[in-house]
Each structure stands twice: as structure tokens, then as C-alpha cells.
């Protein structure tokens, strides 16, 4: 079934479908995956155009955008796979942030815990990233933005440099981006 699911999606987004989804900045595959290389522009577009078609039984994310192995490519990758919840997504992309010596169910099970409140949508998993929607906006935004930042310093040392811009982001786009370096 996920041949076919995976041409679906190949049709879909007009692109050449791959036996296999990446991990580790694109140096390693996963053969229980499928993807296709999209566009920056469109992939977000086609992922949801194409979650809104998905069964049950399977996720669709946006995978890695850092090509650091064999292959490269200037676009995002879209992948299907089996999964059971939203939380497969990190599993199948092996997401973790090693350098705060957190793996993938540490960073799952905090992600469980924002599920649990707020609601939220994983978009993109990549080796050291994520990116979900809210689904309802956390009250109060700041004491949510203040655990983000325990969680996840890099948003806010190596990005919009406060909190309270991270606060003022998060109110504005309704989306929260991850990374640790």
C-alpha cells in the first residue's frame, strides 16, 4: 500500500518518486519511506494538499533540507512512510538534539506534552530541526515561549535573540521552528 500511497504523491507534486527518505543531513536512507524532492516554494503547499488525501495508517512530513552526504539538492524533501501519530514523523527522521544530549523520545515526549495542551500539527522533522503548527495558541504566550527556550535555547541564543521576540513570532506566525546545533 505505500507503493501506491507514494505515487500518489509523485503524481501529485509532478516529481520523480525515491524507494527511500533520508536522515542524518541526507547521508543515510530509510527504505520503509518514500519521498520526492520539492520545490521550497510549493513543498509546504503539496504536503498539505496531500495529508488532506492521506489514509490512515500513514504520515506525510517535510524531511531534510540539509543535503550534507552524497546527494544534494536545492529543495525539500516531501516523504510518506507508515505511522500511527504524528510523533512517527521524528522517529522516521531520526530528529534528535545530541548536543543538549536529548534523542528522539526525549524531544517525542515533550512534543507529547505541547500535543496534550495546545494541540499541535508536526509539518517538518529534519536530524536537528523541527516545525509544528499550534493548533490553539498557548495562554499565557509567554510562559509557553519561556519553556520553549528551556527546551530549545538555540530558538532564541542563536535566533530572535529574546524571548519576548520569540513571543511576538510565535504570535504572529502560529507555528513554532526548532533546531539545536
Not at 23 to 52: H, M, N, P, T, Y
Not at 163 to 176: K, S
Request: with cysteine.
Amino acid at each position: 500500500m505505500l507503493e501506491e500511497i507514494a505515487l500518489r504523491l509523485a503524481a501529485l507534486a509532478n516529481l520523480p518518486l525515491r524507494g527511500y527518505s533520508t536522515f542524518d543531513f541526507g547521508r543515510e536512507r530509510d527504505e520503509r519511506a518514500r519521498s520526492v524532492i520539492a520545490d521550497k516554494d510549493s513543498a509546504e503547499d503539496l504536503l498539505l494538499r496531500f495529508r488532506a488525501e492521506l489514509p490512515a495508517g500513514f504520515v506525510a512530513f517535510l524531511g531534510t533540507t540539509s543535503w550534507l552526504g552524497d546527494e544534494t539538492h536545492d529543495g525539500i524533501e516531501l516523504v510518506v512512510a507508515p505511522g500511527t501519530s504524528q510523533f512517527d514523523i521524528l522517529r522516521i527522521a531520526r530528529s534528535d538534539a545530541v548536543n543538549y544530549d536529548m534523542d528522539t523520545d526525549a524531544l517525542i515526549d515533550k512534543l507529547v506534552q505541547y500535543d496534550r495542551t495546545y494541540g499541535i500539527d508536526i509539518l517538518h522533522a529534519d536530524t536537528d530541526t523541527i516545525e509544528f503548527a499550534l493548533v490553539q495558541m498557548p495562554d499565557p504566550l509567554d510562559a509557553f515561549c519561556a519553556d520553549l527556550y528551556e527546551f530549545c535555547p538555540d530558538i532564541v541564543e542563536q535566533g530572535c535573540e529574546s524571548v519576548a521576540a520569540l513571543e511576538e513570532e510565535i504570535a504572529a506566525a502560529g507555528r513554532v521552528f526548532l533546531w539545536w546545533d
